[in-house]
């Protein structure tokens, strides 16, 4: 039986090898598998990470080694990588060494008791207070629009069976988001409390505005309730303002109609401007991917392959 392990490699030079020695010291110990293999995907960080790819490549043929045309995305180069392992299990993992491999045999050892996909949660995290306030309450809205449960404390650590690789590579959507999808699919999946260490060298290449993206990919990908909120928006709007009328006709009846004043006139259009504006936007959004899915581009572009 063979486990193939997946990082993709972004901006990561000087992790690249503690990564290779760290997960080669763990696979080789786990007796369970006859053999492995380590499948980096460099994602065009423009960087050496290539390079020192290629030479840990040469000298060791258990690790498969992907380059991408250009910078695509970490959840389309796991994609990328899913494609090419070959293991009857895979283990998933970021590169930055926080995904600790130490904490591999645990999760295979949770797998055993049935599950096809086991996720490591983290139970401790080096992020600041607000951006996991953020990510809280982004799983939170989540969860509301999609009708789908999300842990928090899940990244993209994890170990799964060739089943749901399969299943995965079968979704033909051009956004990815490898939880999500995985969330979707229903396998049967456990979890294993692991504790986040601090990245080995650098910070996080993710920055507000890539978070942002991703959060209305994910949103706009897995749920229409912005437009059906838009329409209740709407309606609600109209109700209001026949109930408005309704209150000036009483009015006129028996007190007469002043002078109504500027500020008040220019409020109320900026206002109902603003909202067919918002949901003019919201439906732009659903077009926008609607083309983008009908274009059917290649998810990710391979520029080099080694071993592979």
């Known amino acids: ?34 053999d492995y293999e380590i499948v980096l995907v460099e994602d065009c960080g423009g960087d050496r990470s290539w390079e020192v790819i290629q030479e840990l490549a040469a000298k060791d043929k258990h690790v498969v080694a992907l380059r991408l045309s250009r910078n695509f995305g970490q959840h389309h180069a796991l994609t990328a990588g899913l494609s090419v392992c070959r293991g009857e299990w895979v283990v998933m993992m970021d590169c930055d060494l926080q995904d600790d491999p130490d904490d591999m045999p645990a999760l295979w050892q949770e797998a055993r008791k049935g ?30 629009l999609s009708g789908l449960a999300f842990d928090p404390q899940v990244a993209n650590y994890r170990i799964m069976h060739r089943r749901v690789v399969d299943a995965f590579l079968a979704i033909p959507e051009a956004t990815r988001a490898v939880g999500l999808h995985l969330q979707w699919l229903g396998f049967k999946t456990g979890s294993v409390d692991v504790r986040q260490v601090r990245r080995l060298e650098g910070g996080s290449t993710y ?26 928006l709407g309606l609600v709007m109209a109700a209001s303002s026949l109930l408005f009328t309704c209150g000036i006709f009483v009015r006129a009846l028996f007190w007469g109609i002043p002078v109504l004043g500027w500020a008040s006139l220019m409020v109320s259009l900026w206002f109902i401007g603003g909202i067919i504006v918002a949901n003019l936007g919201i439906i732009g959004i659903y077009i926008g991917k609607i083309y983008d899915e009908t274009k059917r581009r290649p998810l990710y572009v391979i520029a080099e392959r080694i071993n592979c």
């Open 207 to 232: 920055t507000v505005r890539k978070l942002f993206a991703l959060a209305a990919n994910s949103i706009v990908s897995y749920s229409n309730k912005p437009l059906q909120y838009s329409i209740g």
């Open 1 to 34: 039986m063979l486990l193939s392990i997946l990082s993709p490699v972004y901006r990561s030079e000087k992790i690249v090898v503690p990564l290779y020695e760290r997960i080669s010291a763990v696979a080789s110990r786990m007796a369970d598998f006859a």
């Open 115 to 144: 599950y096809l996909i086991v996720n490591a949660r983290r139970i401790a995290r080096e992020h600041a207070v607000g951006r996991r306030l953020a990510s809280r309450a982004y799983y939170l809205l989540l969860e509301h």
